[in-house]
């Protein structure tokens, strides 16, 4: 049972778009801490693991409840919990305790361990493992209230020798978002988890460049990455014709892998006009 490995990632970015797992009010934000938030791990004889640290940073005990769903990352709506799916790791993995008590300043553990079905197919399993706070606080009346906070874990464990395999079909511009977006395919088998450095061009002129932090694509499917541009605080572009470059790159540091690419990109003249309205 050997961990592939375990990647780190900010709160900010999950928040971002990277994961969106986080659903807190404020006031339980800073009472729990969680980490890794992405495990990936190969299964080695039909089992693998990961090990999740909870923290408590309150001055008050926690009571947490975990629980695992089958999830995906759809192409526009991104992150989902599904009832059920083809790679769902749910009923092949094992954790405990499921139910525990933080003390303040107390670092907790969480094994997960997945047995895969000897008749499984080679392929990707995924699952994502919250951990659900509950906090007693008051509202503005005095009343008592209970107060839900969850973080979730993707866990990915992978039976077989499985890469992605990254391509990009196309951009365009989102009529709802007003704003660009680059369609981000992944015809591997293993979810991949990139960012991308992008320059908006027309002609010979740079209108823009950017940079959007890590968004997951999960096997067999696609996403769309959205630029964030153009964004109230800027211009709407004129209509006509852009080219959209740049590169997508994804991995750890010392093995990256990287994809340039060369897109064009058509801005209609009623989208133009929508937007100075």
Same mark, same amino acid.
Do not use: C, H
């Given at each position: 049972?050997?961990?592939?490995?375990?990647?780190?990632?900010?709160?900010? %970015?999950?928040?971002?778009?990277?994961? /969106?797992?986080?659903?807190?009010?404020?006031?339980?934000? /800073?009472?729990?801490?969680?980490? $890794?938030?992405?495990?990936?791990?190969?299964?080695?004889?039909?089992?693998?693991?990961?090990?999740?640290?909870?923290?408590?940073?309150?001055?008050?005990?926690? +009571?947490?409840?975990? !629980?695992?769903? $089958?999830?995906?990352?759809?192409?526009?709506?991104?992150?989902?919990?599904?009832?059920?799916?083809?790679?769902?790791?749910?009923? !092949?993995?094992?954790?405990?305790?499921?139910?525990?008590?933080?003390?303040?300043?107390?670092?907790?553990?969480?094994?997960?361990?997945?047995?895969? /079905?000897?008749?499984?197919?080679?392929?990707?399993? +995924?699952?994502?493992?919250?951990?659900?706070?509950?906090?007693?606080?008051?509202?503005?009346?005095?009343?008592?209230?209970?107060?839900?906070?969850?973080?979730?874990?993707?866990? !990915?464990?992978?039976?077989?020798?499985?890469? $992605?395999?990254?391509?990009?079909?196309?951009?365009?511009?989102?009529?709802?978002?007003?704003?660009?977006q680059l369609l981000v395919r992944?015809?591997?088998?293993?979810?991949?988890?990139?960012?991308?450095?992008?320059?908006?061009?027309?002609?010979?002129?740079?209108?823009?460049?950017?940079?959007?932090?890590?968004? /997951?694509?999960?096997?067999?499917?696609?996403?769309?990455?959205?630029?964030?541009?153009?964004?109230?605080?800027?211009?709407?572009?004129?209509?006509?014709?852009?080219?959209?470059?740049?590169?997508?790159?994804?991995?750890?540091?010392?093995?990256?892998?990287?994809?340039?690419?060369?897109?064009?990109?058509?801005?209609?003249?009623?989208?133009? %006009?929508?937007?100075?309205?």
């Amino acid at each position: 049972m050997n961990m592939l490995k375990s990647n780190w990632r900010s709160l900010a %970015a999950v928040s971002a778009g990277l994961f /969106a797992l986080v659903l807190f009010p404020a006031a339980a934000k /800073a009472q729990m801490s969680v980490s $890794p938030l992405v495990i990936e791990a190969k299964a080695e004889r039909g089992q693998a693991q990961g090990m999740i640290t909870i923290s408590n940073t309150s001055k008050t005990p926690s +009571r947490i409840r975990i !629980y695992a769903e $089958p999830f995906t990352y759809s192409r526009d709506a991104g992150f989902q919990t599904l009832s059920s799916s083809p790679s769902d790791l749910t009923k !092949y993995l094992q954790f405990s305790p499921r139910e525990l008590t933080v003390k303040p300043g107390e670092v907790r553990r969480v094994r997960l361990i997945s047995r895969l /079905a000897p008749n499984l197919p080679d392929g990707e399993y +995924r699952a994502v493992v919250f951990n659900e706070t509950l906090t007693e606080s008051k509202d503005a009346a005095g009343n008592n209230i209970t107060l839900v906070a969850r973080i979730g874990v993707t866990f !990915y464990v992978r039976k077989g020798n499985l890469s $992605p395999q990254l391509a990009i079909d196309s951009a365009s511009f989102n009529p709802e978002q007003k704003q660009i977006q680059l369609l981000v395919r992944n015809s591997g088998q293993a979810t991949v988890l990139p960012s991308l450095n992008w320059t908006l061009r027309q002609g010979q002129t740079i209108v823009k460049t950017g940079q959007i932090d890590t968004n /997951a694509v999960v096997a067999n499917s696609d996403r769309n990455f959205l630029l964030n541009y153009p964004n109230k605080d800027q211009p709407a572009l004129n209509p006509g014709q852009y080219q959209l470059s740049g590169e997508l790159f994804w991995g750890e540091d010392n093995n990256k892998s990287k994809l340039p690419f060369n897109v064009n990109i058509t801005i209609p003249r009623q989208t133009a %006009a929508s937007q100075k309205k």
